[in-house]
C-alpha cells in the first residue's frame, strides 16, 4: 500500500484504521487475561521464541504488549531479580539494636567463639575484638546507646 499509493506507513496504517480494515483472515485477536498472565509469569523465563510459541504471536507484538505492561528483561548472565523482596526486621533484639548503634564506628556482627562470621553464632564480632552479648550491650550504653531509650519518648 505504501509503495502504490506512495504514503507513508503511518498513513497507511490510519487509512486501514479508517475503514476498519481487520488485516488477513489468519490474524491474532485482542489479547485476553490468559495470554496477559501468561507473559507476565513467564517474560524473564522463557527466550521471544518460546514465548512466540506458546501465545501464538510474533516477537514485536510481544515486545510491545510487554513495554505497555512495563516488563523489562533482566541484562546480563548474572543480572539480579527484580522482583520486590523482604528480608525481615533490621533488629531483632537488644543485643542486635546494641550492634547497630556501634555499627557507625566499626563493623558489627555475629561469630563463633573463635572471631569466625557466623550467623547463629553466640558471641559478636566488633572491629578487631570478640565479645559476648553481654559484654556488646555494655560496650554500646558505654557510647551512648540506651536499651530504654523507647521509655523516654512523649507521645
Not at 533490621?90 to 550492634?99: E, F, T, Y
Not at 556501634?102 to 570478640?130: H, I
Request: proline letters at 3%.
Amino acid at each position: 500500500m505504501v509503495d502504490r499509493y506512495h504514503t507513508s506507513k503511518t498513513t497507511a496504517h490510519r487509512w486501514r484504521r479508517e475503514v476498519g480494515y481487520a488485516g488477513p483472515g489468519g490474524t491474532v485477536s485482542a489479547w485476553s487475561d490468559r495470554d496477559v498472565y501468561i507473559l507476565r509469569t513467564n517474560f524473564n523465563s522463557m527466550t521471544y521464541g518460546q514465548l512466540c510459541e506458546l501465545l501464538g504471536r510474533t516477537a514485536p507484538a510481544i515486545k510491545a504488549k510487554a513495554n505497555s505492561m512495563g516488563l523489562r528483561k533482566a541484562q546480563g548472565n548474572f543480572a539480579r531479580d527484580s522482583r520486590t523482596s523482604f528480608h525481615g526486621q533490621r533488629a531483632k533484639g537488644v543485643a542486635d539494636m546494641a550492634a547497630q548503634h556501634l555499627r557507625r564506628d566499626a563493623p558489627v556482627f555475629r561469630c563463633d567463639v573463635n572471631g569466625a562470621a557466623n550467623p547463629k553464632g553466640k558471641c559478636w564480632r566488633y572491629g578487631n575484638a570478640v565479645l559476648t552479648e553481654a559484654e556488646l550491650i555494655a560496650k554500646a550504653e558505654r557510647k551512648g546507646w540506651s536499651a530504654d531509650s523507647w521509655r523516654e519518648l512523649v507521645g
